[in-house]
Structure formats: C-alpha cells, structure tokens
C-alpha cells in the first residue's frame, strides 16, 4: 500500500492539508482498470483517469514488466477509436512514454500517420512528436516528405511540432535532418514566435561542427531578420560564442558586439537581460563596453518583478568579481535590496556590495548585515562569508571590524559547513594578515569551548598548535586546550595532547606546567590518548629515540608528514611482520599512484606526440622496483626514482596495442613497453623496439631486453635501457619501430607455422621531459613548509607567458611543464579573474624538495605575465627550476 502523500496548500497563507488523488494506488489494481479500454462503449472521462493513473506510475519509477508493457500498449491503441480530443491527447502521452519496441510500433504507426495528415491541427501536432519518438531511422525515410511540409506548414502549433522532433531526431538519425535546412531556413522567417525560436535553435544544431556555417548565420540573422524574443535570445548566445572563437570583439570593425549592445535596447525585458549577461562574460572587455550593460542591470534593480532584480544583481555579482569598479555607480540601488523580500536578491547585493565596497564603507556594511545573517539558510550564509573573507584581504587594515563580525556569528545556530566555512576565513585571515593573528587565535579559543563538531575543533587545536606557541603570550591558550582534554570525546582528547606538547617544546616557560598536564593524561581512558601523552612526556624529557637534538623534536612534532595518508596506510597493510623493520622512505611519496600497467593498452590515442606531461603521472610502484631488480642487465642502476603513468603508442582499434612506461634513475632511464596482440590468427616472436634516439643526444642505449613470445590478448613487456649523465635533466624525443617475426596460427589446432616473416610497425614517438623528474608530493601545510624553506635558496623571476585563451589555461601549461602537486586546491583559477596565485610542491630527483609560488595577471589583450619564486633544500634546484620555466 502506498503511502499517503500529503500536500500543503500553502505554507504562509493555510495550514490546512489535503491528500493527493493518487493516494494509495497500487499497480495491479491500476493494470485490472486498464481493462475499461476494451470496453465496446468507450467512456473517455474514466479512460483519460487509468491512463493518468498509469503515467503517474510510470513517473514515480515503477516498472512494467514487458508483458504488462505489451498489454497495457496493444489495449491502448484501440483507444484511437474514440473521436473525444482530450483522450486523443492522453493516448499520445501513453505511447511515447511506454516507447513500444520496433515489431509493436507498426500496429500503432498507421493510426498515428494517419492523424499526421488529419485536417485537425491538434492531432497533426501530437501525432508527430509521438511519431518521431518511437519511430527507426527506416520508417523516417517513409514520412520525411509529410515532416518537411510540416515545419512549412501555416498552422505555428505544427510547425514547432516537426521542429522540435527534428531536434530529438538529429541524435538519432543527423543525416536525414540534414537535408532539411532549406525548410528550416524558411522557417526561420516564420512570423511565429515559437517557430522561429525552434528553427533557429534546429539549424544551429545543424551546422555547429562548422565554424565557418555558424558564423554566416550569425552575419545574416543579425541585420534584423529575427524578431521573437525568445530567438533573440539565442541568437545572443550565439554570437557570444562565435565572438568568443573569433576573437573579433576588440578593436576594428565590430558588427557582432554592436549587435549585442543594440539589443541593450531592445523592448522584450528577457532580450536585454540576455544581452547585458553577454556582454559581460565576454573575455578581455574594457569598462568602456561595459558601460552600457551596467547601465540597463542598474535600471532593472529598482524593477517591481523580482526575477528582473534577481537577474540583473545576479549578473552585476559576477561582474564585480573581475571590474569592482564598474559596479560602484550601482552601489546606492542594492543597497536597498539588503532588505528585499527575497533572501536570494538579498544575498547577492550584499555579497556584490562587499565585493565593491571601498574602505570607508566596511563598518556601515558591517551594521547592516547583522540583522541580516539570522533571516537567511545556511547556503547563503557561506557566500556572505566568503565575501566577507575577500573583503578583509582587500582592506587589511578593517580586519578587526569584519573578525569580530565572523566571531559573532560563529557562535550563532548553524551547521557543519556553515560553521566551518567560518573557522576557515578565521584561519586565512590569522594567516594572510599578521596583526589579526593574536584576536584571530583568540576567537577560536572561545568557540572551541562550545564546539559540537569534532573536526572543527581537531581543526583548530592543530592549528592552534602551530600559531599559539608564535604569539606574544602562549600561556593564555593553555587553559583552553586543557579543557578539551576534560571535557570532549576521545578523538579532540588526542588531539588537545598533541597540541600541548607543541607549546612544551617551543615555550621553555611552559615546560613545566605542559609536564604536570600531559601526566594527567597517562590515566585516560582512551589508549590513543595515553599513548600520546606517554610518547610526547618522554620526548620532551629527551628520552625518545626520534631524534638526538632539540631540531630532531620539533622536527617529529612540527614537520608535515611527506608521504600521502592513502600511500602509508596501503604500505602498511602490506608490510609482512619480520626482523626487517618497516622503512617509511619505502612508501610512495606520489599523491596520484597508478598501478604496474601490464595489461593492454585501453586503446586511447595520444595526443600529438607521447608526452608524460599530458596525463598523470605515478611514482614507485613496489611492483615496477621488484620488476627491474630481477633483471640482470638494469640490477645495477641504483634505486628507482620515479614510474610515469603508461603513455600509449598506438591508436584505438589497431592490429598491435604498446604503451610504454618510463622508469627513471639518477643515472639511466629504463622504456618498458608493453605490448598486446590483437590478431587471433598471429603469433609474435622476438618482438622488440627499435629506438632512435639521435634527438636526444644526451641518451645513450646500454641494453635492450626483448620478448620472446608474443600470443594472442596476452600482454607481454619487452624493455631498453638509457644512460645518462648523472645531475642533468636531460630531456629529448625518442622514435620508436615495433620490430617482431610474425607467425600463422591455425584456427583449429591453435598451432602455430613454423617459419615465419620478418615484419615492424611504426609506433608514435615518445619525449622524456622536464617533468619526467619530479615528484608531485603535496604539502599540508604550504606556508609553514615555505618559512622551514632556507631564504637563501630562493630565486625569483619574472616571466612573459605571451597571448592565452585564458588565466585557467596559463596555469594549467606552467603545472604541467613543471610536473609539480597544487597545494591548497590553487590550481583552480575563479571565471573571469585577472590575476592567481598557485602553490606548487614536489621532489625533484635525487630527493630534493622543492616549493614554487606562481603569480599571474592577465591583461586586456590577453597578454599573461607570471612572477616565479622557488624554495628548494638544494639552492642550484632552484636555479633548475627556472631554467625548466625559461626553456618550457
């Protein structure tokens, strides 16, 4: 039995409740009531209710068995003999939803062709969307010349009808629709709106894979031929993109931009929205051409509608994200929406105000907002703090007005996210700005003490651990982390121990009072947190064995952990107990690791030249170490540094299938190609690649290990082996011939002849570069891992990155040249922003560890400028680095 659905007639007005017509419905009694269809005197009301009561089903996720399916279609196809409309309609609905399979839909095609060429309209429109739904492209070809007189036809009903079933057909059946552009053109003069809003939106769909076609069609239709509002609006977009592809809006002669400011004018409220929304996303536009759009966004803030003002404060927030200044004329407008009905509008003309406000207005922004933040959920809460986050690293210098703002709603109801979005911005600010760190600090002491939610507060006290120590007067935090020992669950216990012992062993006056703490935590009742106490009591007191001197402590407390969580943990599982200890230099320092790729290729092609670069890329794999150990010829080369991802050789769907791995050492790189025959009536024997490697000078081939045996869908690997000079980051490209003898294999015996044919097969070529030597190794903590960095092997430069699409694609080339793990999820650059940090780390070979921080700015022309500052233990690494960005 169903559940009762009950239903409010609405929330602010009545309280009353009411229960919904389907209440209860059960799909066997509905499938007994589908019997009426049979009956010899139709009653179309009861009819037109089971197949409401059926598609109801249907909708809710129920399912018909095909027997069930076939009864309920067959019984509904002998409802075309009923001449009442409104069950016409119902029975269309039916069809298309049960979508008949291709013997049943001949029975109903002749009914619904027939009402295709009726001389009622309705039926003629329904008939065909039904039609081309459950129609193959067989039975197209037999009712083509009926759908293209329908997408001429006078009647606008259908019309649209053929056209939008064109829409749905070009998936299915695209050359077929192709042919009727010359109807779609007409109809795109049709003076219809829905018409021309179909055809247009169908012969776009025809020619989008040609530029060229696209763009004479955006030429022809913006002389003024197109005037339903609807169309207009596609035809915005429209332009936009070929705008966006041309690259024509700056400068010169510009007809496709003054088409869309001359819709800025237009008398349909929905064309000019579109068209300021446009003009506004279009790449490297100057505030002069913005000028008018902001102008009409302006205008429609004090509109009565409110989707008019959500829209137009919607468009202006994104504005204000790349041209604060252009919205600042707006300023007086949305103030006035702080207080509007709708919490949407509301949020974004605060958000937009703190994106463009100046300095002097922070405080009244601030008074305004208070009363505001207890009317709105949580989701629009997060913006408003983010906002406010970006707004005190404008204007440091107010940030004791917005982090006593943050402080205040902290302690207010709200949620996990909410709240943590909260102690984030704290967290940044204390470390973006170095005079709020003392109140900053301070702020989260008081909020740990209500704290419902464990991670924040382990959040905090690890953070706390880091900074506390740092401030004037450590001892006021004390008694705060204490209390989390008293007070909380096991896990912040541990936590709160851990932090206590950061201030023991960087505070000497707090020593002691750490001491008598840290030994009221040896009778806890939790074995992590005693053991954790018992480890740092005797760590303060230079009884552990992690390390000999004061730097070897607080190495142990304060270093970040340089191996991936997942890879220590996977380690560990696998490690076999023995009289070998475990060694932690033994796990993957790889935050992306592929597994040993000795199965076939997955027949992806490689673009362009095979490039490591263009792909993710692993480190050493226990299984490739063990692998090449046992090979006599590369036993010798010393410890493997680094394992690529498999970078294929091959298209898809080709006779032979290699991709090869690049093993890297300090002094030697090892090809390992693996290869796959995909011929059953081939045997390969001797299969081995020919390398030349005459554009890396710098490479010389010591060994090359073939494969003996090649059978049908059996991997096999066949390896070569380079030295190269030792400290240099050698780079170059390799041209590789799959080289074999190939043999006949009877089908069957599955013998194979015994003589056979010399044969090779040209593979793609291959480059080791830059990034083949390096690392990616995440930092948890980037900015503390900067400052442990030596100054002294910093190097900074600056760098001209010439014209890019975009700030996004600029950071994506400099990450991918360098080979380096984002830290802090800044390899994700914000729509539209003019200029990004991105943090990057990693190892170079021979164990370096190396920090990047990347500065970029792009201006209007697109022209990309990026300051490149570099810490790394070894300072010549440094000097490297830049060598790498300079060549790149």
Sequence with gaps: ??????????????????????????????????????????????????????????????????????????????????????????????????????????????????????????????????????????????????????????????????????????????????????????????????????????????????????????????????????????????????????????????????????????????????????????????????????????????????????????????????????????????????????????????????????????????????????????????????????????????????????????????????????????????????????????????????????????????????????????????????????????????????????????????????FVLLRRCLFDGDDEVRDRATLYLKLLGGEATVGETEKDVNEFLFGSLDVPLVNLETSLRNYEPSDVPFDISSVSKETKSQPLAEKKSTGKKSAGPASAVSGPVSTVDASYEKLLSSIPEFADFGKLFKSSAPVELTEAETEYSVNVVKHIFDGHVVLQYNCTNTIPEQLLEQVVVFVDASEADEFLEVASKPLESLPYDSPGRTFVAFEKPEGVIATGKFSNILKFIVKEVDPSTGEAEDDGVEDEYQLEDLEIVSADYMLKVGASNFRNAWESMDPESERVDEYGLGVRESLAEAVSAVISILGMQPCEGTDVVPSNSRSHTCLLSGVFIGNVKVLVRLSFGISAPKEVAMKLAVRSDDPEISDKIHEIVANG
Excluded at 394 to 410: A, H, T, V
């Design 1 to 514: 039995m169903a559940q009762p659905l009950v239903v409010k007639k609405d929330d602010d007005l009545d309280e009353e409740e009411y229960y919904s017509p389907f209440l209860g419905i059960e799909k066997g009694a509905v499938l007994q009531e589908a019997r009426v269809f049979h009956d010899p005197q139709l009653d179309a009301r009861r009819c037109c209710q089971v197949i409401t009561k059926l598609l109801y089903l249907l909708n809710q996720g129920d399912t018909f068995t095909k027997v069930e399916a076939t009864e309920v279609f067959f019984a509904t196809t002998k409802l075309f003999q009923s001449k009442d409309a409104g069950l016409r309609r119902m029975v269309y609905l039916m069809i298309k939803e049960l979508s008949p399979s291709a013997d049943e839909v001949i029975i109903v095609t002749s009914s619904l062709m027939k009402d295709m060429n009726s001389k009622t309209d309705m039926y003629r429109a329904n008939a065909i969307r039904v039609l081309c739904r459950i129609i193959d492209s067989t039975l197209l070809t037999q009712i083509e010349r009926y759908l293209k007189q329908a997408i001429v036809d006078k009647n606008p009903v259908v019309a649209s009808a053929a056209l939008v079933s064109g829409i749905y057909l070009l998936q299915t059946s695209p050359e077929v629709v192709k042919r009727w552009s010359n109807e779609v053109q007409e109809a795109v003069q049709s003076r219809a709106a829905l018409v021309q809003f179909h055809a247009l939106a169908l012969l776009h769909q025809i020619r989008q894979n040609d530029r060229l076609a696209v763009s004479k069609l955006v030429t022809s239709l913006t002389r003024g031929s197109v005037r339903s509002p609807l169309a207009q609006c596609l035809l915005i977009r429209y332009t936009s993109q070929v705008i966006r592809e041309s690259g024509v809006n700056q400068g010169g002669d510009r007809p496709f931009f003054d088409f869309l400011e001359s819709c800025l004018r237009n008398k349909a409220e929905m064309v000019i929205l579109e068209a300021a929304r446009a003009i506004t996303e279009l790449n490297g536009v100057t505030s002069r051409e913005l000028t008018p759009a902001i102008t009409v966004l302006q205008l429609f803030l004090s509109s009565s509608k409110p989707v008019l003002r959500f829209a137009a404060v919607r468009t202006l927030n994104k504005v204000a994200s790349t041209h604060p200044l252009a919205v600042t004329n707006c300023n007086i407008d949305m103030e006035s929406l702080i207080s509007d009905q709708n919490r949407s509008i509301a949020t974004l003309a605060i958000t937009t105000l703190l994106k463009t406000g100046n300095e002097s207005s922070v405080d009244r922004l601030m008074k305004q907002m208070t009363n505001f933040m207890s009317d709105i959920a949580d989701e629009f809460k997060i913006v408003v703090v983010e906002a406010i986050r970006s707004l005190c690293l404008k204007f440091p210098l107010k940030y004791r007005s917005l982090m006593n703002f943050l402080s205040n709603i902290l302690r207010e109801e709200g949620g996990f996210e909410y709240k943590k979005a909260i102690v984030d911005s704290i967290i940044i600010l204390i470390r973006d700005i170095p005079d709020a760190k003392e109140s900053g600090l301070f702020h989260l002491c008081e909020f740990i003490e209500d704290c419902e939610f464990t991670y924040l507060s382990t959040q905090i006290l690890h953070f706390l651990g880091n900074e506390g120590p740092k401030t004037s007067d450590p001892s006021k935090y004390i008694r705060y982390i204490y209390n989390r020992v008293i007070l909380e669950n096991a896990t912040v216990r541990a936590s709160a121990v851990s932090t206590l012992s950061k201030f023991g062993a960087l505070v000497d006056s707090l020593k002691p009072r750490i």
